[in-house]
């Protein structure tokens, strides 16, 4: 069984940056998944952010993080990443990274979870 392991979270002030990092404890798991990062604020439903294709030509957003976050892989290191720039206050939530054999997707039908990362975004 694989696990993810998601890090980088924290309190930051609006405005402000993040990088979360996900990482596979299976080696060369990484390059061989459509790996996403989904996100839950607190009384809502978890929902998709960002995703990239196992090959890493494709990438996808939801469009409230367009032009702000950015998902990239770095297979050699078996770990994805999720660069959070201008953040605002409706950012704050648990951050999951996933990961799915199957194509990009945005919905839930990933394979593996990770445990999540807080990530809080202060006005």
């Known amino acids: 069984q694989v696990q993810l392991v998601e890090s980088g979270g924290g309190l930051v002030q609006a405005g402000g940056s993040l990088r979360l990092s996900c990482v596979a404890s299976?080696?060369?798991?990484?390059?061989?998944?459509?790996m996403g990062w989904f996100r839950q604020a607190p009384g809502k439903e978890r929902e998709f952010a960002a995703a990239?294709?196992?090959?890493?030509?494709?990438?996808y957003y939801t469009d409230s993080v367009k032009g702000r976050f950015s998902i990239s892989r770095d297979n050699a290191k078996n770990t994805v990443y999720l660069q959070m720039n201008s953040l605002k206050p409706e950012d704050t939530a648990v951050y999951y990274c996933?990961?799915?054999?199957?194509?990009?997707?945005?919905?839930?039908?990933?394979?593996?979870w990770g445990q999540g990362t807080q990530v809080t975004v202060s006005s």
């Open positions: 990239i294709s196992w090959r890493g030509g494709s990438t």
């Open positions: 996933a990961a799915s054999s199957s194509v990009l997707t945005t919905t839930l039908d990933y394979d593996y």
């Open positions: 299976r080696p060369t798991f990484i390059s061989r998944y459509t």
